[in-house]
T-cell receptor, first 116, second 116 residues
Framework: AQTVTQSQPEMSVQEAETVTLSCTYDTSESNYYLFWYKQPPSRQMILVIR??????QNATENRFSVNFQKAAKSFSLKISDSQLGDTAMYFCAFMKQNSGNTPLVFGKGTRLSVIA | GAVVSQHPSRVICKSGTSVKIECRSLDFQATTMFWYRQFPKQSLMLMAT?????????EQGVEKDKFLINHASLTLSTLTVTSAHPEDSSFYICSAAGARAVTEAFFGQGTRLTVV
């Protein structure tokens, strides 16, 4: 079974600064996807960024980037130029790559507060 | 991204009654729907997986007779909480996956269930 660990229950960052959220995972699978989801107070799950395990290049989406270390099974999220709207719960998630659809396995989440 | 609509967003019911939650994929065929439960300040926990036209597969510890899942069409899955009790109060979220979404899951807006 896969597990996802987020060791930082809460973090805070000043507006315009950079913050990094940590995530490690454990799996015996070779092919999989990793995700970071944002859950604002509305509780809608919003995809922030996705990484395919077979790709060595780290994924980036505007101010969001990841540091994917496959051998270390580490998948951290860096948020640059933090904005007040980034305040939310952030969940790291794992999905096995399969011929059929497989569910996401989530970490416990990190509550990020961006301070003005 | 694909659109998944979940209804209702909030529901309050009396203890002992049943509540139905709908999850619809609006612009793609959802061959698989996943149902998650989220307690306050906690992560999403998978309850069950449903494939269109098949019986749902429940995770260990989830009572299939209490949480009835129907996935009769490629665009609609329903979760019925039967004989609800206060401990069933929670946030329920569906996600849908299909041929378009094998590398990503699309989430509904969630349903906050309060049993009084």
């Amino acid at each position: 079974a896969q597990t996802v660990t987020q060791s930082q229950p809460e973090m805070s960052v000043q507006e315009a600064e950079t913050v990094t959220l940590s995530c490690t995972y454990d799996t015996s699978e070779s092919n999989y996807y990793l995700f970071w989801y944002k859950q604002p107070p509305s509780r809608q799950m919003i995809l922030v960024i996705r990484q395919e395990a077979y790709k060595q290049q780290n994924a980036t989406e505007n101010r969001f980037s990841v540091n994917f270390q496959k051998a270390a099974k580490s998948f951290s999220l860096k948020i640059s130029d933090s904005q007040l709207g980034d305040t939310a719960m952030y969940f790291c998630a794992f999905m096995k790559q399969n011929s059929g659809n497989t569910p996401l396995v989530f970490g416990k989440g990190t509550r990020l507060s961006v301070i003005a | 991204g694909a659109v998944v609509s979940q209804h209702p967003s909030r529901v309050i019911c009396k203890s002992g009654t049943s509540v139905k939650i709908e999850c619809r994929s609006l612009d793609f065929q959802a061959t698989t729907m996943f149902w998650y439960r989220q307690f306050p300040k906690q992560s999403l926990m998978l309850m069950a997986t449903s494939n269109e036209g098949s019986k749902a597969t429940y995770e260990q510890g989830v009572e299939k007779d209490k949480f009835l899942i129907n996935h009769a069409s490629l665009t609609l899955s329903t979760l019925t909480v039967t004989s609800a009790h206060p401990e069933d109060s929670s946030f329920y979220i569906c996600s849908a996956a299909g041929a378009r979404a094998v590398t990503e899951a699309f989430f509904g807006q969630g349903t906050r269930l309060t049993v009084v």
